[in-house]
Each structure stands twice: as structure tokens, then as C-alpha cells.
């Protein structure tokens, strides 16, 4: 596969660098011409990913989260990273309403929403070494009724 586009976002992971990662991914997206339906599904997706990161991977230290996004074509490709505590049963923590930390008053849908708002949702964790997420959204772009891409495609 062949990346035409891409940007790598590295910042600390306090609470309030979520609303910056919304931000940043978003503009990078615009290059797409997405709808603003798609673009409120990408800000809420990274803000729930990153969020995740923030709250879950470190426990009561401040880690790094990374963020990628890749364009191909009129699909974008975000990555959240954290190499924190890990997962240790992803399939459970992605049903719904489940959540590991029940005290923070948590509602346990991180990853409901995700996977409502993006076209494909994988989680990889391991224990002790940290969680990727990697979420897709094929962007219906007014590019595809024939005007000029500017961005993937250049």
C-alpha cells in the first residue's frame, strides 16, 4: 500500500490535549472534503480513542499518546497509541458499557462509539506494553462526482 498523505501527532496525555488531537486530525482531514457528518464522526471517534489513552493506559502517571492518520484515496486511517498497561481482555472491554474503572463513573462506551462513527475499528494491546487503536473512515467526497482532489491524490 502505497501512503500519499500521513501525519504523526506525539503529546502528553493530560485530559485537555484530547480537545487539541480532535483539532489536528480534523484539519488534517479536511483535505478530504468530507461531509460535516463525516467530519463530526472522525472528531468524535479521535476524541474517544484518545481519551481511552489518557484515562486508561497510564493509570495515575502522565504517558505519551501517539497519533497517526494516513490518506489513501478518500480513506483516512487514524491510529491512537499509547504504550501503557495494556488490555487484558479486549474482547470485553469492547462490549458495551463495560469499564475497567467503574469509580471514575466511566459510562463504558468508548468503543461503542468508535466503531458507530468509523467504518472499521481494530484494537491490538498488550499486556504491559501498551494499545493501538486504528480506525477507518471511507470518505463519500464530493471528489467522487468528479472534481479536482487536492491533498490525497497530489
Known amino acids: 500500500m502505497e501512503i ?7 503529546i502528553p496525555g493530560f485530559s485537555r490535549n484530547e480537545s487539541f488531537a480532535r483539532a489536528t ?17 472522525i472528531k468524535t471517534a479521535v476524541s474517544e480513542a484518545v481519551t481511552n489513552a489518557v484515562i486508561h493506559a497510564y493509570e495515575d502517571e502522565i504517558g505519551i499518546v501517539f497519533i497517526m492518520a494516513y ?12 504504550q501503557g498497561k495494556g488490555i487484558n481482555d ?5 462490549e458495551p458499557f463495560y469499564t475497567s474503572t467503574p469509580e471514575l463513573e466511566r459510562s463504558g462506551m468508548g468503543f461503542t462509539i468508535m466503531e458507530s462513527f468509523m467504518d472499521e475499528v481494530e ?13 477507518v473512515k471511507h470518505i463519500s467526497s464530493k471528489n467522487k462526482q468528479g472534481e479536482k482532489s487536492y491533498g490525497a491524490a497530489d
Not at 500519499?4 to 506525539?10: A, H, P, Q, T, V
Not at 478530504?32 to 463530526?40: F, G, I, R, V, Y
Not at 479486549?90 to 469492547?94: D, E, S, Y
Open 4 to 10: 500519499k498523505d500521513y501525519m504523526r501527532l506525539e
Open 25 to 41: 486530525v480534523a484539519a488534517f482531514a479536511a483535505r478530504l472534503d468530507p461531509t460535516l457528518e463525516e467530519m463530526s464522526d
Open 71 to 82: 490518506i489513501e484515496n478518500l480513506t483516512i486511517t487514524v491510529e491512537v497509541v499509547d
Open 123 to 135: 484494537v491490538e494491546s498488550d499486556h504491559g506494553e501498551g494499545t493501538t487503536i486504528r480506525m
Open 90 to 94: 479486549v474482547n470485553r472491554a469492547m
